[in-house]
């Protein structure tokens, strides 16, 4: 087979997908049909088929597993910032996305977030897991990267509040993408203690902002808070 | 071999190519170890390495070409934003990131972008590329097919004056996952010939608003306009 028919026929399957996931045939927690099944749909090869699986796993859109049990096979499901984040990471990698121009998204991301999570109709519940990570993060004893951990995660739930799972994605997937140099950071700033101060009395003015539900000041502190830790880290 | 162990022989190349990018040791344009080579590197399967290298041509990190020419083989590449945009274009079709989302995180990262875009050190000759763009869309003859495409090069080549490549990225990307739904529209709007009347006009607001330097009123005409014409959309 010709790379102009591979490429066809691949694309053929993909299309398929699109297609099936946006009309409903295909939903969260289906199963795709067989790569043989597959294969004869489509009048290809099952290389093609195993090719277009693969590009399909790479985007979060499925997930496979080989074997006969219940969770074998190919199964739809919805991982798009682990995707995106691995490939942005790859393109930062290849210094063709600077890690300058990652940190002004993000500060433009997360402003924006934080701005509406402040006015956005959340729960006491949703608002509680936020919290619930800025007091984790007051334990003294918490080694740094376990600190980092919860760090990443807090701005995650409160920029989720803001309820745009875009936005959210996007976060995610630019954390996803700067992970190694954060933890770099903070194995360089040597005065963790002192550091680490600074962080937590952020992480509270920032929750308080959006507890208050002022958002114009909950964009401000997590701008400053930003360009502070990036300011010590590039 | 395991599943696991699959799992790892193949993030063992990702790895690798991922340091060799951040290291320089490998380059835009250059060619990775053929298949055998890198099989007996990482002491791995040649499935494995075909998986590997699968991934990073999803993630449009690199191009594979058979045959065996100048340009056969497994090539560096730069294509993050059409691999993002259509992961991004999958999930939306999944239903798990919804349209109006997505319309939300365009109208905040094109805000962002010609606000920052208009205050830019941009050349003559980089807003020409918009401006040709914006000339070429005033021929009243154009197909609305056309139209849209110059319509879409004409947002792309306005946001990337701010110089910002990952916020360009992700402009390109959006707008590549929402590319049908956008025909569709177009489509849609029967009365053609009014709509293209006010896209025009709002066109050459925005480009005068870059032009002039005059980022806040730029930011507010281009949300006028998503807004405009999403509300007609969707």
Redo the contacts between chains.
């Keep these: 087979m010709s790379?102009f028919t591979a490429a066809r026929a691949h694309d053929a399957v993909l299309r398929h997908?699109?297609?099936s996931?946006?009309s409903?045939a295909?939903?969260?927690g289906d199963r795709l049909p067989g790569e043989r099944a597959l294969a004869e749909q489509f009048a290809i090869s099952r290389a093609s088929v195993r090719?277009a699986i693969?590009?399909?796993e790479?985007?979060?859109?499925v997930r496979s597993?080989?074997?006969s049990g219940p969770n074998s096979g190919t199964i739809?499901v919805?991982n798009?910032s682990s995707?995106?984040g691995?490939?942005?990471?790859?393109?930062v990698?290849?210094?063709?996305?600077?890690l300058k121009?990652?940190v002004?998204?993000r500060t433009?991301?997360e402003t924006?977030a934080l701005e509406h999570a402040a006015t956005a109709p959340w729960t006491p519940e949703q608002i509680d897991d936020a919290r619930r990570l800025l007091e984790a993060m007051d334990d003294d004893g918490l080694p740094s990267q376990i600190f980092t951990l919860l760090d990443a995660q807090f701005h995650v739930a409160l920029s989720a509040l803001a309820g745009?799972?875009?936005?959210s994605?996007?976060m995610e997937s630019?954390r996803e993408a700067i992970r190694d140099y954060i933890s770099d950071a903070a194995v360089r700033q040597g005065a963790w203690e002192e550091v680490v101060h600074v962080l937590r009395a952020h992480h509270h003015g920032i929750f308080d902002a959006v507890e208050a539900r002022d958002g114009v000041l909950a964009a401000r502190l997590v701008r400053e808070h930003i360009e502070w830790f990036y300011g010590k880290a590039i």
């Design positions: 790379e997908v699109e297609e996931l946006r409903g295909l939903k969260l090719n693969r590009a399909l790479v985007m979060g859109v597993a080989t074997g739809v919805s798009p995707a995106l691995g490939a942005l990471r790859m393109h990698a290849s210094h063709q996305l600077p121009d990652i002004e998204a433009m991301t924006w745009n799972v875009v936005v994605t996007m630019m």
